[in-house]
């Protein structure tokens, strides 16, 4: 602590049955100091306390930080997976119209019939309908995204460049570890400390408090301001009794505490568990998407043959069209699980705390 300086002055004037003589006005300066050597532990703890507050407001920036990431990650995302939803409906419209002109010459050749013909307009009428509806959905997952920035959301449209493929979810995790790398975690252990230093000031009630005091001045009158001063010491302040008033504030500081204390084992737990649920959902989102990917190649291949297996009579419609259709549901499972696999990272990264923003100091 640094020592604390202070400067005095007066003047006075007296008078006796309202007579006053040349000189009878009084004048003094001084100036005075003080250092404190010993507070009981009450400025360390202050100093403790300041800088745990500064954790805790470090830790709320930090889960601030992955909030904000996971909000911006997340509709980016979604613009993104809007994007290509409209590039895939884009095929499989052009695909559901060049089936209709199968059927339709197949149909004009006396080789299908009508039933077939109005089967396979209606899912080209479903293609085109499903086509506006997700650039309709762009439209909207672009005003989210704007509005996550914080910009205008009728600006000028733009688009959102990426791939749709995930990160590599971890093998291993030591769950413990990971938890304590956390701002949640690093909020609970700045409370006890800030706990800590509380039990400390507060116990510093029961010490002395030990200062050098050192004053130096001059005093006198209109004619003679010349009389000096000046001492030098050591202060001794010492409670003996405060009413009870110290006991409360140990006890009431030790409550705290306790609780920062209970509060911090309940959080790494709570931490230890949406760790585990978070990657869980990573590491099967992202498998999924395998599966998902290979389902898909499978479709398309039995659907290239199918369509050669019909065109050239070996095929029933019927059987032709449910290929067909799992070809198409296969490759928008699979643009599905890419998103929620996205997502699912997204999620992951929020349980571990990581924000892409950087705090300049």
Request: no cysteine; charged share 25%.
């Amino acid at each position: 602590r640094r020592p604390q300086l202070s400067l005095g002055g007066g003047a006075e004037h007296a008078e006796q049955d309202g007579q006053g003589t040349a000189g009878d006005a009084s004048l003094s300066a001084s100036v005075s100091a003080e250092q404190a050597l010993y507070t009981g532990g009450r400025l360390a703890a202050s100093v403790d306390s300041a800088r745990a507050a500064l954790e805790s407001a470090q830790a709320n920036y930090d889960s601030a930080n992955a909030e904000v990431t996971y909000s911006l990650r997340s509709a980016f995302v979604n613009l993104l997976h809007a994007q290509e939803q409209v590039a895939v409906l884009r095929l499989i419209e052009q695909r559901r119209r060049d089936n209709l002109e199968l059927v339709g010459l197949r149909y004009e050749g006396g080789r299908e019939h009508k039933g077939s013909l109005a089967l396979i307009e209606a899912s080209f009428y479903e293609a085109q309908t499903e086509l506006r509806q997700a650039e309709r959905q762009v439209d909207s997952a672009r005003r989210v995204l704007a509005r996550t920035m914080g910009l205008a959301e009728d600006g000028p449209a733009s688009t959102v460049a990426g791939s749709l493929e995930s990160g590599a979810a971890p093998e291993s995790m030591d769950w413990t570890a990971a938890a304590e790398q956390t701002p949640a975690y690093a909020g609970a252990q700045a409370a006890i400390r800030s706990a800590e230093a509380s039990v400390r000031s507060a116990r510093s009630g029961y010490r002395p408090d030990i200062s050098l005091a050192s004053s130096a001045g001059r005093s006198g009158n209109e004619d003679a301001f010349d009389t000096d001063r000046w001492s030098v010491g050591v202060r001794l302040s010492f409670p003996f009794w405060s009413g009870g008033q110290t006991r409360q504030e140990v006890a009431q500081a030790r409550a705290q505490l306790a609780r920062a204390e209970a509060q911090e084992a309940e959080t790494l737990n709570g931490l230890v568990s949406d760790l585990s649920e978070s990657l869980l959902s990573f590491r099967n989102a992202t498998e999924n998407v395998r599966v998902q990917a290979r389902y898909f190649e499978a479709a398309d291949l039995r659907a290239e043959i199918a369509r050669e297996q019909y065109g050239a009579g070996l095929l029933t419609f019927e059987n032709w069209d449910v290929i067909e259709n799992e070809r198409i549901s296969y490759q928008r499972r699979l643009l599905e699980s890419q998103r929620a696999a996205l997502l699912a990272e997204a999620a992951w990264r929020r349980a571990t705390g990581r924000g892409a923003f950087v705090l300049e100091e």
